[in-house]
């Protein structure tokens, strides 16, 4: 795989996640949207739902929020959440 | 001259006073470096969505057209101003100067022909508006030194609404900004109308296009409001913070001032005990010469 993703889960109180990952899902408004290394840019309003970021095969992180925004750019993910809940 | 127990009273409640106002200055001391790590941490999320919503303008197509949020006003004729000071005292100008801010903006904008509509966070903010007879739309005393961003939400939906509708035609905000741990002042922010900063060629940043999904329209109408709420929630935090670093101070002061007090009274207590004791020697010897 080419490179890792650097991600970053932000919150009004403070940042969530901050750290490399391999694949992000996300919950945009007309569906699923996932995030491999290598995507192009990207702004997205998201809707509510799960967010998953996948660290190595073994181990993720879930939320689950209600709405907030996804920028892809160069291989950083930023994820700015409204409504955000840790599920596991 | 006072009585040595009158001055041993004196330093016993001075010492109490330092007690207390030495116990206050350390709690405010503590509530500060938390209130400092919480706007550490609002600060990401705020300069990621100036980021995307700079991301967003550099693709062009002319965004502005359209959204209530970013109705412009020529001559606006009703302003929402929001006050944010402290349920409590003892923090020396925190509130005055906050409140001397606000006082004057709104004199100036009623002067101005402008309505205003005047919504008070703090109890102190509260009664000084009740003893100046000014009027205020409505009160908030439940924030305290940690607010969240629920709560700020709150507050604020209902005003940005009411300009969305076209009720209101400004929206500010006055509040202590924290601008480091050793400065803060009291500032007006105008957070409506949004002023979009067009002309704002940050080039540096424009990496090609974005793709935006599902449309450039649809995530600046979300991005817009989410902003401004944490713009709001921000100014809370600063307060907060503000607050108890003024806090500190004043209770810094206090304790000082106590201990230069215990001190002086300390001196003349032990004046009074000398003058006694030498009176006392005196009478003494001035008894055993009379039987001599």
């Known amino acids: ?88 | 001259m006072a009585t040595s127990r009158e001055l041993k009273n004196k330093i016993r409640s001075v010492n109490n006073t330092k007690k207390i106002t030495r116990t206050m200055e350390m709690i405010s001391t503590a509530k500060a470096v938390v209130c400092q790590r919480r706007i550490e941490a609002t600060q990401p999320y705020g300069d990621k969505l100036a980021e995307i919503r700079r991301d967003l303008g550099s693709c062009g197509d002319g965004l502005a057209g359209g959204f209530p949020l970013l109705r412009q006003v020529e001559s606006p004729s009703r302003e929402a101003v929001f006050i944010v000071t402290a349920n409590r005292g003892l923090c020396g100008g925190y509130n005055a100067n906050t409140l001397k801010v606000a006082e004057n903006y709104i004199r100036k904008r009623n002067a101005d022909g402008v309505q205003t509509d005047v919504y008070i966070l703090g109890k102190k903010g509260i009664s000084r508006f009740k003893y100046l007879g000014m009027e205020s739309v409505e009160q908030y005393i439940h924030f305290d030194d940690r607010p969240t961003f629920e709560e700020a939400e709150e507050v604020i939906s209902p005003v940005m609404e009411s300009f969305e509708k076209g009720e209101v035609d400004a929206l500010s905000v006055v509040f202590t900004h924290y601008i480091n741990a050793a400065k803060q002042e009291p500032v007006l922010r105008k957070l409506l109308p949004i002023t979009v900063d067009q002309a704002d060629g940050d080039s540096s940043r424009s990496v090609g296009e974005f793709i935006l999904e599902p449309s450039p329209e649809l995530i600046l109408g979300r991005l817009l409001p989410l902003s401004l709420k944490m713009q709001f929630f921000q100014a809370l935090v600063e307060a907060a913070a503000s607050e108890q670093i003024a806090r500190r101070m004043a209770m810094k002061n206090a304790t000082d001032n106590a201990e230069e007090m215990a001190t002086k009274y300390t001196q003349l207590y032990n004046r009074t005990r000398q003058a006694a004791i030498t009176q006392e020697i005196l009478e003494v010897i001035g008894g055993a010469e009379v039987l001599n």
């Open chain 1, 1 to 88: 795989m080419a490179g890792s993703l650097l991600c970053s889960v932000l919150s009004p109180e403070g940042t969530i996640f901050e750290g490399e990952a391999s694949f992000v899902e996300a919950h945009a408004l007309d569906g699923r949207l996932g995030i491999l290394p290598g995507h192009a840019p990207l702004i997205t309003a998201l809707g509510e739902g799960p967010l998953r970021i996948s660290i190595s095969d073994s181990d993720e992180r879930r939320w689950q929020i209600s709405g907030g925004f996804m920028e892809v750019l160069k291989n950083k993910v930023s994820i700015v959440a409204e409504g955000l809940e840790q599920t596991s």
